[in-house]
């Protein structure tokens, strides 16, 4: 018993009692779970988490980073060779088809003026090489070489040589994690080629990708090539993405479309971060005056 | 199965750099990237684990809670996913440190492989229920290689707690 006035000898301090301690600290996390994986608020802590452990990664990496450039250094003579006389066939194979690609795109900006349509947006490509999986075996992810310095942004697409493989999902100043295509909560808006029908995209937990949503008496069938139809605003429209593969009728008011990737989806080493050129410029803040332009700034639109 | 009431070596107390640098380099060991290899051992709660049995009065549930957290930051997990795991770990760890400390070393290991497996458990349950995909029941297999080398690692955290044995004829202790 203690009276006031007098604490218990500070050998007894124990601090909180253990199973309190637990239920505080499984209070924490679990709020924490909800914040990240419902609401996504702990991207700020992770960032700045990040950059604390950085240098650790880095140092846990070596050996690894290590182990791949020996074996590129290793790699044999008739490799090279073998994988150059391939890299030659596809070059001819795209020196013509670019020097066809120049004069439809030059055709093309002439129909769309003619047209009075906006120009087609710009691409620009960041050249990147898949380092590794990601450590968590619950999702399907991929890290990448390039990351913030680089130019690589959230929400852009990756794409390898085929076709699109995933999406940007996080990015560290020097690295960044691909969500890939397979991965179950990785949605892709999508559309038919044939027959222009849209739709939404998804890993099916099992390797394979599964077309949601689509009504029965569709037109789709086995075979048929599916693109991105660029309807999020992130993607640009036109890549490749998967070919349908079979389409049954479930139990359901929707057809089970099962596709496969047109793209080496979980093998792919070289990849290109594909984005818009330039950022939408920012819409002014509601009551602040748009700046006029003066007339030596404005050019003739071209 | 009975405990062995063989008394161990007088050990000296654990430095705390020591104990930190244990900690930190089983962090490293979990950066890793070794991609979807299964069967390797989880380094991080190995060690938690060991030090909440060995001492349990510095090392627990708030260390767990911290070392976890990182770990979820370093592997791109949910956050508070490895935390929440190995608080409940340390908690299980700590509150049977007295008991274990009697075994032998195939049976402490035999005590660490269900507290690996549970911790193991509650982050397939935490992220079953937020959606993502079941990994397979080999996940499960790198609580059992963690359980196997349970014993060389202690013994490679005890080493520097050794002290020489010299041995004093007129004192035997």
């Known amino acids: 018993m203690s009276l006031a006035g007098h604490s218990p000898p500070p050998i007894f301090h124990h601090g909180l009692a253990p199973r309190v301690r637990l239920f505080i600290l499984s209070a924490i996390c679990v709020a924490m779970l909800v914040a990240d994986l419902r609401f996504g608020y702990l991207e700020f802590v992770r960032q700045v988490a990040t950059v604390v452990i950085h240098p650790l990664q880095r140092m846990a990496a070596a050996p690894v980073d290590f182990a791949r450039n020996a074996a590129v250094y290793f790699a044999t003579l008739v490799d090279v060779q073998l994988e150059n006389a391939e890299l030659r066939r596809s070059q001819v194979e795209s020196a013509q088809r670019l020097l066809r690609f120049e004069q439809l795109e030059h055709e093309n900006a002439e129909l769309r003026q003619l047209a009075g349509l906006s120009q087609a947006v710009t691409l620009r490509g960041v050249g990147a090489e898949v380092l590794y999986d990601a450590a968590d075996p619950f999702s399907r992810k991929v890290i990448l070489d390039k990351g913030d310095h680089h130019g690589v942004r959230s929400g852009l697409a990756v794409v390898d040589a085929r076709g699109l493989i995933g999406q940007v999902s996080r990015v560290y100043p020097v690295q960044s994690e691909v969500t890939l295509l397979t991965d179950r909560e990785q949605v892709v808006p999508v559309k038919v080629e044939r027959s222009g029908m849209r739709g939404i995209l998804s890993g099916d937990g099992d390797g394979g990708l599964e077309m949601r949503f689509v009504p029965v008496g569709s037109d789709i069938q086995p075979g048929d090539r599916i693109v991105t139809s660029g309807l999020d605003g992130l993607f640009v429209a036109g890549l490749p993405v998967a070919l349908v593969t079979e389409v049954s009728a479930a139990n359901s008011p929707h057809l089970r479309v099962a596709c496969e990737p047109v793209a080496r989806v979980e093998r792919a080493v070289q990849v290109l971060v594909l984005g818009p050129e330039e950022p939408r410029p920012s819409r002014p803040e509601r009551g602040q005056e748009v700046a006029q332009p003066s007339p030596a700034d404005t050019r003739p639109a071209e | ?173």
Do not use: K
């Not at chain 2, 070596?9 to 490293?28: D, E, G, K, T, Y």
């Not at chain 2, 458990?121 to 990994?135: C, D, N, Q, S």
């Open chain 2, 1 to 173: 199965m009975h405990p062995t009431h063989r008394s161990n070596r007088i050990l000296q107390p654990a430095r705390s750099w020591f104990i930190w640098f244990s900690l930190f380099a089983a962090l490293a060991l979990t950066y890793v990237p070794t991609g979807r290899l299964p069967g390797l051992p989880d380094w991080m709660a190995l060690v938690l684990v060991f030090w909440c049995i060995r001492e349990p009065r510095r090392v627990g549930m708030t260390t767990a809670f911290f070392f976890g957290l990182l770990v979820d930051v370093g592997q791109g997990a949910a956050m508070g996913q490895h935390a929440l795991a190995y608080v409940v770990m340390a908690y299980l760890a700590t509150s049977l440190s007295r008991r274990v400390l009697w075994f032998g070393t195939l049976q402490q290991s035999l005590h660490v492989l269900p507290m690996l497996l549970l911790a193991q458990a509650i982050m397939v349950a935490v992220r079953l229920l937020a959606g993502a995909e079941f990994p397979g029941w080999s996940y499960f297999i790198s609580s059992f290689s963690a359980a196997l080398v349970w014993g060389p690692l202690g013994l490679m955290l005890l080493l520097p707690q050794y002290q020489p044995v010299d041995r004093d004829e007129n004192r035997p202790i």
